[in-house]
């Protein structure tokens, strides 16, 4: 049974909007693991929102270990926003560090290719493909 729980934690799942992978670290490790993945693909991280503190904070509620980390690929981005000057309002890229309800440490990334759907320009889809594949690697990685 243990080692069907390291098989699963080894493998990035896709939905129809994000990849996700349960890691075998905690959650402030994996959030520092995350970036340094993410600088090895070209990102940064210009944003980090720890929904828990602002959560508490703002409304006084109690909620799990969960940070949003807004990503930017600066080429990207602005290969994107030449194509498509509203584009902005998608970007960051963003990717979640959590605590599931096993336990466990979660981490997702968006699937640009899916978001970029919503946009009616063609021009875009080889920037999301090669952006998707840079963040899949981020969460294959880890």
């Avoid at 520092?32 to 980090?48: I, N, P, R, Y």
């Amino acid at each position: 049974m243990q080692l069907v729980g390291l098989l699963i934690m080894s493998k990035t799942v896709q939905n129809a909007y994000s990849f996700s992978k349960v890691v075998s670290m905690g959650y402030e490790k994996a959030i520092a693991h995350v970036s340094e993945e993410m600088k090895k693909e070209g990102f940064g991280v210009l944003t980090k929102v720890d929904v828990r503190e602002t959560l508490k904070k703002k409304i006084d509620v109690e909620f799990r270990p969960y940070t949003i980390l807004g990503a930017c690929n600066p080429h990207h981005a602005y290969q994107a926003l030449q194509k498509e000057m509203e584009l902005g309002l998608m970007l960051p890229c963003n990717i979640i560090v959590y605590v599931n309800d096993n336990a466990q440490t979660v981490v997702s990334a968006i699937d640009p290719v899916a978001s970029m759907q919503a946009v009616d320009n063609p021009e875009l889809g080889e920037t999301a493909m090669e952006i998707r594949g840079k963040l899949k690697r981020v969460i294959d990685n880890l």
